[in-house]
C-alpha cells in the first residue's frame, strides 16, 4: 500500500512541500522515513518517481531483519548498486555514531523516539526490542507487518533473535494506523501469551506499547501488563 505521497512526483509537489524544502525549514526529524530515503536517493527514473522508489526500498527495508545487504537493495525497480551501496554505507555509518546498545530503557516513553518512525505505516508493524541485564538495546528487530494476531505474532516468531541476543527482557511495540490507542482483545491476549512465554525461557516481558502518531498506550504503565 502507498501513502498518498507516494504517489506524487517529487517535481509535482508545492516547493514548500519537497523534502529537501521541509528539511531546511523543519529539520531532519520532522521528515517521513519515506522523504529522508528520497534526499538519500536523490532522484528517481522515467516513469518512476523518486517518492515512489522510496516507498518500496523502506518496505524491502521493513521487512528484513538487520542491516539491508546490497543485494537485497537492489532489487528495488529503479534502485543501481550506485545508490544502494549509498544507503548501506549511510546505515552503518549511523550505526557506528549512535551505539544503539548504550540507549536505555527507564521507562515506556524512553520507547517512543525508537518506534515513532512506524507511526505513519498504512499496516501495523510488530516490534520486538532485546534488552540486556541493565536494560540497554541490544536490538530492534520487526517481527511481522500486518494485521496483528495469533497467526503473525507468535512466541517463537518474537523470541527466536532475542534468544540468540542472550537477552534479560524484551520489550514488545506495534503501531495502530487508525490513531486509536485502546487495545484489541487479540492485543491483551498476545500480551499475556508473550509474557507466559517469556517467563518459561527465562526472558522478562517488560512492556507492550501500542503506538500512533499522537502518543502511546503502555500496558506497563496502565497496570495491564
Known amino acids: 500500500m502507498e501513502t498518498i505521497l507516494q504517489k506524487r512526483i517529487i517535481q509535482e509537489l508545492d516547493p514548500t512541500e519537497q523534502p529537501r524544502s521541509r528539511l531546511a525549514v523543519y529539520g531532519a526529524a520532522a521528515l517521513s522515513d519515506i522523504e529522508l530515503l ?16 522510496a516507498g518500496d526500498l523502506l518496505r524491502q ?8 545487504e546490497l543485494s537485497e537493495l537492489t532489487s528495488v525497480k529503479g ?17 557506528r555514531r549512535l551505539k544503539p546498545g548504550f540507549s536505555k530503557i527507564n521507562s515506556p516513553s524512553d520507547i517512543l523516539p525508537m518506534v515513532r518512525h512506524y507511526a505513519d505505516r498504512l499496516q501495523e ?27 503473525m505474532v507468535h512466541p517463537r516468531e518474537v523470541f527466536a533473535d532475542p534468544l540468540q541476543d ?3 527482557a524484551v520489550v514488545a511495540a506495534h503501531n495502530h494506523p487508525s490513531g486509536n490507542l485502546e487495545p484489541s482483545t487479540e492485543d491483551r ?26 502518543g502511546y498506550y503502555s500496558f506497563l504503565e496502565e497496570g495491564t501488563l
Open 38 to 53: 528520497s534526499l538519500l536517493l536523490g532522484s528517481g527514473m522515467k516513469n518512476r518517481g523518486v517518492l515512489q522508489i
Open 189 to 214: 491476549e498476545i500480551t499475556q501469551r508473550l509474557k507466559k512465554a517469556g517467563s518459561i525461557l527465562g526472558i522478562t516481558m517488560l512492556d507492550h506499547i501500542i503506538f500512533s502518531k499522537e
Open 166 to 168: 542472550r537477552a534479560a
Open 125 to 151: 508493524h510488530f516490534l520486538c526490542l532485546s534488552l540486556n541485564g541493565a536494560h540497554e538495546v541490544i536490538r530492534l528487530r520487526v517481527v511481522s507487518i500486518g494485521l496483528v494476531n495469533r497467526t
Open 79 to 95: 534502485l543501481g548498486t550506485a545508490k544502494a551501496g549509498a544507503i548501506c554505507a549511510a546505515w552503518e555509518f549511523t550505526r
Open 61 to 68: 527495508i521493513d521487512s528484513g531483519n538487520g542491516p539491508p
